[in-house]
């Protein structure tokens, strides 16, 4: 099947799964997923799968992409945080519907790759650098939006949500383990935050520093259970 036809074939899935927001498929509709992925995986760009993109990182499944793009509401005058460019895929999509997105990766090769895929597709609105993503990117804060894609074990890194503006939203997968993650919405008021749990997933784990040249370590999974403390109004 040529792409084209894998690609509408996709866009028809996303929709019957829930993504109603004609934005968030025009985005993924233009950003050709086969440019962020080895030529291995050419073959699988519009499946709706999660695939590797090297130091034991994936490009996220087309449906959790446009799942958590769909939560987090972004609008043409947005500045949006990404915690994870990866492949630089959620990236370019973030890009064709805000105002500029500010991406931090900790693995310096896979944001040297995700630059040369933007500037090949002429994305020009995005920023990136490597650094910790659970310190946020103070200098240019606050953010209208902030997405986090990796999971935090408990709660949200504090310098996120204190860089996230009065009304703003922050997506972040969280739970102490693959097992037990979902995709959490978190809302910024004037008194405090109000936290939504929304659909499950499995993220690799969100991880202070720049990494090293050698494997992440594994994370204890027999830790404490993940707990949101009182401080978060929740919903479910």
């Excluded at 990236?91 to 933007?118: D, F, G, Q």
């Amino acid at each position: 099947m040529m792409a084209v036809a894998r690609k509408i074939r996709l866009i028809m899935k996303l929709r019957k799964s829930g993504i109603t927001d004609t934005a968030v498929l025009a985005a993924i509709e233009r950003v050709p997923r086969e440019a962020f992925i080895p030529a291995t995986f050419h073959d699988q760009a519009y499946e709706d799968t999660a695939l590797p993109i090297g130091r034991g990182q994936t490009i996220s499944q087309p449906l959790v992409v446009a799942s958590m793009t769909q939560e987090l509401k972004v609008n043409d005058r947005h500045k949006v945080l990404e915690i994870g460019t990866g492949s630089g895929y959620q990236a370019a999509i973030l890009a064709k519907l805000c105002r500029r997105v500010y991406s931090i990766e900790r693995h310096r090769p896979l944001l040297e790759t995700a630059e040369k895929r933007l500037n090949d597709l002429r994305i020009r609105n995005i920023t990136c650098k490597a650094a910790d993503g659970m310190k946020g990117w103070i200098e240019q804060a606050p953010f209208d939006r902030i997405i986090v894609t990796a999971a935090a074990s408990g709660e949200p890194p504090q310098p996120l949500l204190d860089q996230l503006s009065v009304g703003g939203i922050l997506i972040i997968p969280m739970g102490r383990d693959k097992s037990s993650q979902f995709i959490y919405r978190i809302n910024r008021h004037e008194t405090g935050y109000h936290c939504e749990q929304l659909m499950p997933v499995r993220f690799v784990p969100l991880l202070p520093n720049i990494a090293r040249d050698e494997p992440d370590a594994v994370p204890d999974e027999q830790a404490d259970p993940f707990v949101l403390s009182a401080s978060f109004a929740f919903q479910n």
